[in-house]
């Protein structure tokens, strides 16, 4: 029994699979006590643990320590790497991209093997462009859709308002509406700038995942949601490994 754990900026999600049959799959805060809780009683059996995470040193040595205590099977962090098959990494250091977005890259690789766009929309969105040969032409790192409205509750002391539907673009005529409409123009216009750049670089693809996922599909975006797409990628790297 293996367990796969994707462990962002927020919140956790894992999957738990046995011979490669998705047995659960759930999610938990990051810093829960018991962030498995769910499946508890299966982690005596888990024979191997493989972890994606961007989460501070602190939080994945808790992570570390807590799996230790419950299963059986090592366990294993996979970072962002030069390459993986043949997906080339764009940055000159690797260790400095995150592994969700390495991770996700080699999901979205795996599965279609052609040029792709990989949008991941959560605490940060994040944009990656790979061509048709494997090649990591580099992306884009914006500020989440929560990370915004936190940002105008606690540096602008006069706008006050209340998160709403980010869904409309026209002119707001209340505070509430101009800031959430406002967020949703932006979003739009990036969600223009990614179409713009998948048909400049000819590629085939758009793949989203995330947590802000179909907020960007309700706003027009035309793309494949995986919503497990790093853990898709995490599995595929540990079949690797296991096989090396």
Request: glycine share 10%.
């Amino acid at each position: 029994m293996r367990l796969l754990v994707d462990a962002g900026n927020t919140r956790m999600k894992w999957r738990l699979e046995s011979e490669g049959v998705i047995i659960h799959e759930g999610w938990s805060a990051l810093d829960m006590d018991a962030p498995f809780a769910d499946i508890d009683g299966y982690l005596g059996s888990v024979s191997r643990v493989g972890v994606s995470t961007v989460a501070p040193e602190e939080l994945r040595l808790r992570l570390l320590s807590y799996l230790d205590g419950k299963v059986a099977g090592p366990v294993h962090f996979y970072w962002a790497e030069d390459r993986r098959s043949s997906l080339q990494n764009s940055y000159m250091d690797a260790r400095t991209m995150g592994a969700d977005r390495w991770h996700g890259m080699y999901g979205a690789w795996k599965h279609y093997k052609c040029g792709c766009a990989v949008i991941d929309a959560g605490s940060a969105i994040t944009v990656d462009y790979v061509d048709h040969a494997g090649q990591h032409v580099g992306g884009y790192i914006l500020p989440g859709l929560k990370m915004m409205l936190r940002s105008l509750k606690n540096d602008a002391a006069r706008i006050a308002f209340e998160a709403g539907e980010v869904s409309r673009t026209k002119p707001g005529i209340s505070t509430a509406e101009c800031v959430n409409h406002g967020l949703s123009w932006l979003f739009q216009a990036m969600i223009d700038r990614v179409r713009k750049d998948v048909f400049e670089l000819n590629l085939s693809q758009t793949v989203l995942t995330g947590g802000d996922a179909e907020r960007l599909l309700a706003l027009g975006m035309t793309a494949a949601h995986h919503p497990s797409l790093v853990l898709d990628g995490l599995g595929y790297i540990d079949n690797e490994v296991c096989e090396e």
